[in-house]
């Protein structure tokens, strides 16, 4: 009985239809698999698993003689066949052709498993582009079937964020599109499957895949479909790809405002496994239009050694290229959903409320520029752009909406919410957790907060700065509420650095004054005076513990003025601060020196015709101030820009 269902079911196969000729013209189907799978446990294909996942293509190969329908059977719990299972593996791809070539390339299509994943989806998910390649040259049709989730293999490449998948993917893609008309298959770059395919490469970060994709298909930027997010929001949502995303050091913007930026995005690289080919030629492109003077010359040769050698530069290079392409791609869906005629708020009203929340300002400067309606945009909740940057403290955002966008500033002190809030009641609010915690130190983020309330202050009208809301609070009133806690917060912080810094203070002065003591015993017995009295090195010696002395002292004082003041809201902004720093500075300063007076002390008393003795003091010297400074100049350097910096606001 099981042979002749066997042999029936090989017949079945021998009389299908032939392999399409468009597809391999020279193809001769195999008559030794049969197209319906028989149904068998699972248990039983346990070692053919196993043999195929080592990649034991002989005793997979007996398994197959003696069962041959095991070829297309589902054969563990995921429903895998044998093409899933092989693809697991990428180092066993030459199993993935043996197999390949038993199996009808037309019933590839219908090889799925449970979740209708055909084998070239399922390469698609773990990123074995030779598997894809294996598949697409077997039966291009895969590129065009769907799973169970309506997605096509490209799309799951996507999701997974495997970029030489997805290019490949792509290229057979657009090569094969004339198949995806066929019944039961899809187009990528149309509707649905075209908006997703745009808006995904976006968002995983494949932005020349985007950009190439607007070129070839530009109607993709204004697909609307109720299932996708629009392009525009896809592309305000990429708040890292902005420059604005970036804290550039002075060097990291020196750098970055000189390296070449020229990228032609006309000539696709394709070959992305030849990343030094890829590299050179981008270098090549970025550096084309530098040539005529000798000066020119000299500095195009220095870009392309530095591109290619030096890393930190190649990065900032490929951050400045990958800035370049965002804006030209939000230019470009701009300009396309200009054009048309109706329902442009669809397309830019989400998108600018979330350029505001991740203060992207070049997202607001784009839409602004070619949708000037769109500056008085809300959300669902009635709160305006200003509003809503100010409830999410985004300052670059709020720079532009108020200092570039509008002059009607009064516009601005109009605005009330639901609650009776105008701009200023919603500056005393509590910053939300996440932008608190860019700034550190509770001391910090209640000066930041502080900053915040005064800035917008300035904004308003007198009678404005003392409204009143529905529960009849002040704007002042709000903010001592809202940040009662972070104000304890930034005392008990305050109060424990100043007397960890009290402590250290205190020691120095005990330390350099026994130092003056001891080493004036050394006296002339006749006359009374110091021994070392005009020495150079007693004179040093005595500069600098006098002067380590004093800093100290002046530190200790600062720090103590610290503990006793009386922590009002409006003392985090200047007061607390300048007394936090020039303690700082000044115990800088006595700890330095006294290493100095320590140096100057070991020389007058071991160092007499010694002067080798000076190398080692010194070097060991400069262990400790070393260290101090590494470990507090970042502090200090927060408090001085936080407090004296350019700040936060543009003016």
Known sequence: MATAATTSSSSAINKGTPYPSHLNTNYTAPATVSTAPRKKGEDEYVPLCRAIQIGDWKKAQEFFNDDKDALIDKLN??????????????????FLGKLLDLIDPESLPTLVNNSQENALNHAA??????????????????????????????????????????????????????????????????????????????????????YDLLMDYPELATTNVATVKPALLCIAEKWDAYPSAKRYNFYQRFVYSHVPENYSLNNKIKDVENQETYRANLVNKCTKSYVYTAFERIYVKFWKVALLHVPHIKHLHEEKVKHN????????????????????????????????????PEVIRQITQIFPQSVWTTNISGYSLSQLSIMNRCEDVYNFLVHEV???????????????????????????????NMVKGAALQMQRELQWFQEVRKLMRPKEREAKNIRHETPIMVFRKEHKELRQEGEDWMKKTAISYTITAALIITIVCAATITILRGNNGETGKAIYETSPRFIIFSVSDAISLFTSTTSLLMFQSILTSRYAEEDFLYKLPLRLILGLVMLLMSVATMMIAFNATLYILFGQEKSWILIPAAAITCLPIASFMRMQLPLLFDLISSTYGNGIFGK
Not at 130 to 137: E, G, P, Q, R, T
Not at 326 to 348: D, P, R, W
Not at 408 to 436: F, I, Q
């Open 77 to 94: 719990i995921e429903g895998s066949t044998t093409l899933h299972i092989a693809i697991g593996n990428p180092q066993n791809t030459w």
């Open 325 to 360: 392409i965002t804006l030209m791609i939000l230019k470009f869906i701009c300009q396309e959903v200009a054009k048309l005629k109706s329902n442009q708020y669809g397309h830019y009203g989400d998108a600018i409320i979330i350029a505001v929340k991740n203060n992207t």
């Open 125 to 210: 998910i773990l990123g074995n582009t030779i598997a894809a390649k294996k598949l697409v040259d077997k039966n291009p049709l895969l590129l065009f079937a769907v799973d169970n989730k309506k997605y096509l293999p490209i799309h799951r490449a996507i999701f997974e964020s495997h970029k030489t998948t997805v290019l490949y993917l792509l290229q057979m893609c657009k090569q094969h599109i004339g198949l995806s008309q066929k019944d039961g298959y899809h187009n990528p770059f149309q509707g649905a499957n075209g908006a997703m395919l745009l808006g995904d490469s976006i968002l995983s970060g494949f932005l020349d895949v985007a």
């Open 406 to 436: 509008t002059h009607d500033k009064h516009l601005h002190n109009t605005r009330v919410d639901k609650e009776g809030n105008n701009l200023l009641h919603l500056a005393g609010e509590l910053a939300p957790t996440d932008k608190l």
